[in-house]
Nanobody
């Protein structure tokens, strides 16, 4: 089993920045992609970004492209989501997920491509 633990969420004003972290532990997990998803209150679960552990390949949802940056630190088994220019509509619980597939397949397939999920970290952006 792989455990994923998100951190870094909290309250921030619109226009501010926040950096989320996702630390993997437990069984050593070989995967092609790590991703971030989010779910706002009353809204559907949505894709945010994904990154391959083996390359610089990244994909972003149009809603966050240019504002968010996903990155990795393999030595720490950690994935980050740098969120800049935050908007109230970014308010959501953010989930980290791990996929054994590469980023292209993971993006194509969607949520079901991810085998492990964290419990989420709450991000609230006030106006």
């Amino acid at each position: 089993q792989v455990q994923l633990v998100e951190s870094g969420g909290g309250l921030v004003q619109a226009g501010g920045s926040l950096r989320l972290s996702c630390a993997a532990s437990g069984r050593t997990f070989s995967s092609y992609a790590m991703g971030w998803f989010r779910q706002a209150p009353g809204k559907e679960h949505e894709f945010v970004a994904t990154i391959s552990w083996n390359s610089d390949s990244t994909f972003y949802a149009n809603s966050v492209n240019g504002r968010f940056t996903i990155s990795r630190d393999n030595a720490k088994n950690t994935v980050y989501l740098q969120m800049n220019s935050l908007k109230p509509e970014d308010t959501a619980v953010y989930y980290c997920a791990a996929s054994s597939l590469d980023t292209i397949r993971a993006v194509t397939i969607g949520r079901r491509a991810y085998d492990y999920w964290g419990q989420g970290t709450r991000v609230t952006v006030s106006s």
